[in-house]
């Protein structure tokens, strides 16, 4: 029902900046609770960011606060991670996912009903 594409991932340098971007196919996008997820390899997947059907809430892990935020355009569909100081460590295939009528930013893998494909972030130090 929800189909989500990631795209913005990339090659870049340590300290710098990418944009990630995920366009949801649906007409119940307002009331979605939307989160970025990431794995590593040999690593599981783990959370970097969510917010709230009604964009009142978000929340980040410990790793990313002051360098990541997340924000949503519900005029097109879209969430975006805005990352910056980007760091080695951040390197990974980056997950958009959706929670079908989130009240809140959930962090649990198991708690998303929808994921998107990823996108490929790799940072050079």
């Known amino acids: 029902q929800v189909q989500l594409v990631e795209s913005g991932g990339g090659l870049v340098q340590a300290g710098g900046s990418l944009r990630l971007s995920c366009a949801a196919s649906?007409?119940?996008?307002?009331?979605?609770?939307l989160g970025w997820f990431r794995q590593a390899p040999e690593k599981e997947r783990e959370f970097v960011a969510a917010?709230?059907?009604?964009?009142?809430?978000?929340h980040y892990a410990d790793s990313v606060k002051g360098r990541f935020t997340i924000s949503r355009d519900n005029a097109k569909n879209t969430v975006y991670l805005q990352m910056n100081s980007l760091k080695p460590e951040d390197t990974a295939v980056y997950y958009c996912?959706?929670?079908?009528?989130?009240?809140?930013?959930?962090?649990?893998?198991?708690?998303?009903?929808?994921w998107g494909q990823g996108t490929q972030v790799t940072v050079s130090s």
């Open positions: 649906t007409r119940t996008f307002n009331i979605l609770g």
């Open positions: 917010v709230s059907r009604n964009d009142a809430h978000t």
């Open positions: 996912a959706a929670e079908a009528y989130g009240l809140g930013p959930s962090v649990k893998v198991h708690e998303y009903d929808y």
